[in-house]
Each structure stands twice: as structure tokens, then as C-alpha cells.
């Protein structure tokens, strides 16, 4: 079994930053990919950024060029900086562990606030 922990959402004020992690514990030695998604009230749940056990990264359009996904292998954890935050960046994100027919794993998810 694999556990997601995420951790470092909260209230910023617009332009500020924040940069959220998740790390991932049990028998991840499967696991390739791992997002971060976001749901907003009244919204789907959509991809914010990827990045796979090779590093290669994707990205949602409208975060490009102010969040930055990265990956630790070793200690089975990914980040997300976040700078330059708008009002539409608030929602829950949620990590997202992925280790193909193994399964897939979700964190609890992590509240983020922009708002002056």
C-alpha cells in the first residue's frame, strides 16, 4: 500500500507565493508519474502540472511560467512553487500518485486561498 501526504497550503495575498509538498510512503518503488490537481468550488478537477520519474514536467496553461512542479526520487516526494498567485489559483490541491496497473494513490488535499 502507498500513502500521500501533502502539506504547506494556506492564505497569500495576491503576487505572493507558496509551495506546497507531498510525499508519498509505503511500497512506492511503482510509482512513475505524480501530479498535483486542483478542484475549485463549483469546478472540475483539473491538472495543474506533472512530472514523471525521468523529470519530464507538464504543465497547465494557465500556470506556465509561475509554478514549477519538482521531483525527489529518492526520498519519493514532489513540490510545487507557486509565485505569482491570482485569485483563480484558490482551490484544494490535491497529490497525485500514479504506478500504472499497481493502482493509484490520492493525497487528502490541501487548502490554498488567494485573496487581499
Known amino acids: 500500500q502507498v500513502q500521500v501526504v501533502e502539506s504547506g497550503g494556506g492564505l497569500v495575498q495576491p503576487g505572493g507565493s507558496l509551495r506546497l509538498s507531498c510525499t508519498a510512503s509505503?511500497?512506492?518503488?511503482?510509482?512513475?508519474?505524480m501530479d498535483w490537481y486542483r478542484q475549485a468550488p463549483g469546478k472540475q478537477r483539473e491538472l495543474v502540472a506533472r512530472?514523471?520519474?525521468?523529470?519530464?514536467?507538464k504543465y497547465l496553461d494557465s500556470v506556465k511560467g509561475r509554478f514549477t512542479i519538482s521531483r525527489d526520487n529518492a526520498k519519493n516526494s514532489v513540490h510545487l512553487q507557486m509565485n505569482s498567485l491570482k485569485p483563480e489559483d484558490t482551490a484544494v490541491y490535491y497529490c497525485?500518485?500514479?504506478?500504472?496497473?499497481?493502482?493509484?494513490?490520492w493525497g487528502q488535499g490541501t487548502q490554498v486561498t488567494v485573496s487581499s
Open positions: 497525485y500518485a500514479a504506478a500504472g496497473s499497481y493502482g493509484s494513490y
Open positions: 509505503g511500497s512506492t518503488f511503482n510509482i512513475y508519474t
Open positions: 512530472i514523471n520519474s525521468e523529470y519530464t514536467t
